[in-house]
């Protein structure tokens, strides 16, 4: 299986910055895809950015200009630059990845994983 890990989140005043980041680890063959989800107190769960293999990114029109979205292909590993906090981006924000992985049986097979997830509140 593959497990993947954030860290980075906490609180901030509006305008504020922060830095998250999250490592896949396991069997892993390749990751096509990795991106941010955030999930706010009632609310569904919406993918805030997205980037593949070769550096194509994608982001939610809420946070296009504000966030950055980064990966390092041979560590496994996505970062996710929030600047210019707001008090709507209070949430908390869960790593997904796609891609393939080696099962028990040494055979491939596909994976779409989510983390644990690590809180972002801005308050005033």
């Known amino acids: 299986q593959v497990q993947l890990v954030e860290s980075g989140g906490g609180l901030v005043q509006p305008g504020g910055s922060l830095s998250l980041s999250c490592a896949a680890s396991g069997d892993i063959f390749g990751i096509h895809a990795m991106g941010w989800g955030r999930q706010a107190p009632g609310k569904q769960r919406e993918l805030v950015a997205s980037?593949?293999?070769?550096?194509?990114?994608t982001y939610a029109d809420s946070v296009k200009g504000r966030f950055t979205i980064s990966r390092d292909n041979i560590r496994n590993i996505v970062y996710l630059r929030v600047n210019s906090l707001k008090p709507e981006d209070t949430a908390v924000y869960y790593c997904?990845?796609?891609?393939?992985?080696?099962?028990?049986?040494?055979?491939?097979?596909?994976?779409?994983?989510w983390g644990q997830g690590t809180e972002v509140t801005v308050f005033s």
């Open positions: 997904n990845a796609q891609g393939q992985y080696y099962n028990s049986h040494s055979k491939l097979e596909t994976f779409d994983s």
């Open positions: 980037i593949t293999t070769d550096g194509s990114r």
